[in-house]
């Protein structure tokens, strides 16, 4: 009989096809082949200060849960970075210039929603987004350096200058996930989350291409 996989193992296995279908979204996809523009990638960067923005302020909120505080790392933080990549893409003006697309809208409702009553809904959205970060984000944020010939003004949001050894956190991070004292039918809630918060990354990028048609028509 073999050894029960372990939940981080489980979640991250239940996961990769909903991962793999939000990478391949048209959207992304042109943008990693070099067919997308510098504009689709200030577009891509808006709505992360939305989620991110969503996503902080629920880690403020959850740090006196005992669960979710172990997952809370302000070396994760991207909102700085976020906000200096605006600056520098769009200009000083930037927050008068950007909105929430609806899957955005969307998004951050429910991020706000289990970030104010459910940590292991907020832990699914902050493992998909952090971990996901310090994984494909670390291609990404090179791959968009050398297509629109960046320095490290404009992909700040994919460097973590305060984590030295990224598989070494991600690693630690997922023994906390198996570490977490949560039951069969929780793990499962938490699973559910994971791909919910995938869904939405594929149903944003869908928007973006829907938005770029629609400037272009």
Known sequence: ????????????????????????????????????????????????????????????????????????????????????DLEFLVGPDWREKIEPLPTTRRYVERINQVGATWPGGFVAHHYTRYLGDLSGGQFIGKLMQRLFGFDTNGIGFYIFADIADPKAFKDYYREQLDAAPWDESEKERVIDEVLVAYQFNTDLFEDLSRAKAAAVA
């Open 1 to 84: 009989m073999s050894d029960p996989i372990s939940f981080s193992t489980a979640l991250r296995e239940r996961s990769s096809g909903a991962h793999s279908g939000s990478e391949g979204a048209g959207f992304m996809s042109d943008l990693m082949k070099g067919e997308g523009t510098r504009e689709d990638y200030i577009a891509l960067v808006v709505q992360h200060w939305f989620i991110y923005e969503a996503l902080e302020g629920a880690a403020e909120r959850m740090r006196q849960d005992p669960i979710a505080t172990v997952f809370i790392d302000d070396k994760l933080t991207r909102l700085p970075a976020l906000e200096a």
